[in-house]
């Protein structure tokens, strides 16, 4: 779009003509509506004489109503008291300590028993949640255990499925993927020796 030429007389006296012509719009409407602005304009309610510490209390106490309701599983678990040193020192009163892994499930173990080539290979396609009992890496933090939150979560906006999804509803249908995404069992056809 080009610019208007300012120095043109024609140009200056079109926007001359609109400029006065949107002033007096404006103090029309200013003239038929004068009373509703004078009525907007007045405080016309109850002063409450309420102080900036009061105003934050009531806010906080209507923010605590909904964490419960939108965090369900933080309003079932709840930080529990410590357990005081004296008692865990007492006999009996100390858990007996957890694996660090989850024991092999009989259908690995059979797997086991015919390769360890093909155990390592199903057993490298379980995520770390189904490994483990604990976080063994910082990297794991995000996400861990989230399949147990009750937290109803919408899937990936970029991920496979919404890809899929796409496809199944575009006019040409699902496309085949290109010839160099290959799966990463398989060896990349440049690196063949």
């Known amino acids: ?35 509703q602005i004078r009525k907007a304009a007045t405080f016309s309610g109850e ?23 939108d965090h369900v599983v933080a309003a079932r678990h709840r930080f529990q008291a410590p357990v005081k040193d004296f008692m865990q020192a007492q006999v009996g009163t100390t858990k007996p300590l957890e694996p660090t892994m989850f024991p092999v499930k009989n259908e690995a ?39 147990d939150s009750e937290l109803k979560m919408r899937g990936p906006v970029h991920g496979r499925e919404c890809h899929m999804k796409h496809m199944m509803e575009n006019r040409v249908g699902p496309q085949p993927d290109p010839d160099y995404y290959v799966s990463p069992d398989n060896y990349s056809m440049f690196c063949d020796s």
């Open 47 to 69: 002063v409450k004489n309420y102080t900036p510490d009061e105003v934050n209390k009531s806010l906080m106490v209507a923010g605590m109503a909904t964490t419960p309701r």
């Open 1 to 35: 779009m080009t610019l208007a030429d300012k120095n043109n007389p024609a140009v200056l006296a079109f926007l001359l003509k609109n400029y006065e012509k949107e002033s007096r719009l404006r103090m029309k409407w200013i003239n038929d509506h004068q009373e």
């Open 109 to 147: 173990k059979v797997l086991l028993s015919e390769s360890s080539k093909d155990y390592l290979k199903a057993r490298n396609k379980l995520g770390p949640e189904d490994k483990f009992n604990f976080i063994e890496s910082g990297n794991w933090k995000y996400g861990w255990k989230l399949g």
